[in-house]
């Protein structure tokens, strides 16, 4: 069974850093890109950051780049969204994504069946 499991969220101030963790079980996990998206309350899901099984040119949202960096460990299944700088509007439900292609998480969609995704990790940023 799959399981996709994210940690790392919590509480922070504007300007801070957080570093989100993700790791996947039940699969292989150098098959899959991993990527990471984000939905704030009354907002559509949105692709945040994506990186895949090669490693090379991650993908980031406009809104986060320079911010945000995404790295991946093989290793230990895990895939990591360090966050600085960060912003009130960064404040959401953050998902990480284990999926066929980057383009997915681009585009913002998770596919039942294809693609695998954990319950999410809270994020808050105070003004």
């Known amino acids: 069974q799959v399981q996709v499991v994210e940690s790392g969220g919590g509480l922070v101030q504007a300007g801070g850093s957080l570093r989100l963790s993700c790791t996947a079980s039940g699969l292989a996990f150098d098959d899959y890109d991993m990527g990471w998206l984000r939905q704030a309350p009354g907002k559509e899901r949105e692709g945040v950051s994506c990186i895949s099984w090669r490693r090379d040119r991650p993908y980031y949202a406009d809104s986060v780049k320079g911010r945000f960096t995404i790295s991946r460990d093989s290793a230990k299944n895990t895939v990591y969204l360090q966050m600085n700088s960060l912003k009130p509007e960064d404040t959401a439900m953050y998902y990480c994504?284990?999926?066929?292609?980057?383009?997915?998480?681009?585009?913002?969609?998770?596919?039942?069946?294809?693609?695998?995704w954990g319950k999410g990790t809270l994020v808050t940023i105070s003004s």
């Open positions: 994504a284990a999926v066929t292609h980057c383009t997915v998480v681009a585009a913002g969609g998770l596919r039942s069946g294809m693609d695998y």
